[in-house]
C-alpha cells in the first residue's frame, strides 16, 4: 500500500474493475478485521473510503461503500452499516451497478434485524436477486440467505431457519 500511486497505476482500473489502492486497503481491512485487529481494520477502511471519494470513481466508490456497509455489520454498528449500504445502492442505482446493488439491499435488511426488528428488515430484503451468474451472484445469494436466517431466527419463526442456509 506504501509503494502504491493512482496516477501510476490508473491502467490498473480497466484490468480489475476499481481502483486497486482502494480495494486493496477495503480488503485489508477486512483481513485486519478476522485476524482479531478492529481498530487497524477500521483505520483501514477510512483510509479506503477517503481514497474512493478522492478518486470520485463510481464503480470503486460503490464497492467501497458496500465494503463499509459489511465490514460495519459484521462490527455490528448497524447505523453505519446502514448509512453505507444505502450510499452504495444510491451509487448502484445511478450507475448501474447491479452486483452491488443487490450486495448492498441485502445489507440494507440487517440494521433492523439487529435492532429487534426481524420481520421489518426480513421485508427489506429481496426475496430473490437475479445477479449475473458468476462469484458475486453466488455470494449475494449466501449473504442474503445468512441475513434473512438470521432474521426470522430472531423473530421466533417457526419455519426451520436452517433450511434457508
Known sequence: MARYDHHQHASL???????????????????LWLLGYPDQARQHLQAAMSLAEELAYPVTQASTAFFAASLYMIRRESPLADEQAEAASA?????????????????????????????E???????????AGDAKGVLAN???????ANGLDGAGADIPVVALV
Open 91 to 119: 451509487l448502484s442505482r445511478q450507475w448501474r451497478l447491479p452486483v452491488f446493488l443487490a450486495l448492498s439491499l441485502i445489507i440494507q435488511g440487517w440494521p433492523c434485524v439487529a435492532q429487534g426488528r426481524a420481520e
Open 121 to 131: 428488515g426480513v421485508s427489506r430484503i429481496p426475496a430473490r436477486l437475479v445477479v
Open 142 to 148: 449466501d449473504l442474503q440467505r445468512v441475513i434473512t
Open 13 to 31: 482500473t480497466v484490468t480489475h474493475g476499481e481502483k486497486p489502492g482502494v480495494g486493496g486497503r477495503a480488503w485489508l481491512a477486512w483481513a
